[in-house]
């Protein structure tokens, strides 16, 4: 009898041991969220994350049309947070906020993808380059909070398109991130 619960202790303190190095080991998994669209509150949970942010904020956009979401952005502004924003420079719309934030002393840039072959337009006699996308949907808030998905930063995206978005609580993926952003970021021109 005696050892048999020798035996028992030891098991549950090998698993308990076991659970406590997966739990906060490279494996350990991150408190994250997910939201679908549309109307699965992806929208609202930028926006509460954005007005969470406390030290900075960096996001690489496809395309940002959402009022609500630049809103956000001009209050942690106005807080004080450092605020970097890159949007996809092939064809920004009328309705993108990216001209709106940079009046209001926002850090906006652009980025394309590569360069595409170049050819001979049939209407000049001229090059014209084309690129790629900048196709990035991610954003870190603070060194510590990664919001990345298929979720487009515009009013479409909230009312009838079919996205996901995802808010993971990770520093390390955040820093894995912001090399990405990085790299983005010194590929930027300005409009």
């Not at 990770?170 to 021109?189: C, G, I, M």
Request: aromatic content about 14%.
């Amino acid at each position: 009898m005696k050892v048999f619960c020798l035996f028992r202790k030891t098991a549950l303190l090998v698993a308990f041991i076991g659970f406590f190095i997966c739990s906060s080991g490279p494996l350990a998994a991150a408190p994250t969220e997910v939201y679908f669209s549309p109307q699965g509150g992806a929208e609202a949970a930028l926006e509460e994350l954005l007005d969470g942010a406390r030290q900075d904020i960096r996001a690489a956009l496809y395309f940002f049309t959402s009022r609500p979401l630049a809103a956000a952005i001009l209050r942690a502004h106005k807080r004080g947070v450092h605020i970097q924003v890159v949007i996809d420079g092939n064809n920004e719309s009328d309705y993108s906020k990216g001209f709106y934030l940079r009046r209001r002393g926002i850090d906006v840039r652009y980025a394309r993808g590569l360069p595409k072959k170049v050819r001979k337009s049939k209407k000049s006699k001229y090059r014209k380059k084309s690129y790629g996308l900048m196709h990035h949907k991610f954003m870190i808030v603070d060194d510590k909070f990664v919001a990345t998905g298929s979720y487009n930063w515009t009013a479409s995206a909230e009312k009838w398109n079919r996205e996901n978005l995802l808010i993971i609580n990770s520093s390390s993926l955040a820093r894995k991130y912001s090399v990405e952003f990085k790299d983005l970021w010194e590929s930027t021109f300005i409009k």
